[in-house]
Nanobody, 119 residues
């Protein structure tokens, strides 16, 4: 069993910053790509940022220059530093991780953490 637990969400004023954390635990040998997605009320879940275990990161155009994804492989964790937050960044933020196995690499999701940006 693998679990992903996010933390760090909350309420912040526009222009402020938050740092989200996501830690994976359980039967883990190796993790591939890790990422962050978000879902605002009435909208579909969308990619925010992804980071492979090697190679370049990928960001949604709407967050480029404001958000930074990073990971600590020793801690099986991924982080999202969010600066210059805007009200349109308000959403539930989910992390995911591809858990590498001998025959498959299933994708696991966290339960989500709420980020609310007030104007």
């Amino acid at each position: 069993q693998v679990q992903l637990v996010e933390s760090g969400g909350g309420l912040v004023q526009a222009g402020g910053s938050l740092r989200l954390s996501c830690a994976a635990s359980g039967s883990i040998f190796s993790i591939g790509a890790m990422g962050w997605y978000r879902q605002a009320p009435g909208k579909q879940r969308e990619l925010v940022a992804t980071m492979p275990n090697a190679g370049s990161t990928n960001y949604a155009d709407s967050v480029k220059g404001r958000f930074t994804i990073s990971r600590d492989n020793a801690k099986n964790s991924v982080y999202l530093q969010m600066n210059s937050l805007k009200p349109e960044d308000t959403a539930v933020y989910y992390c995911n991780a591809a858990i590498l196995g001998p025959w498959a690499s299933p994708l696991y999701w966290g339960q989500g953490t709420q980020v609310t940006v007030s104007s």
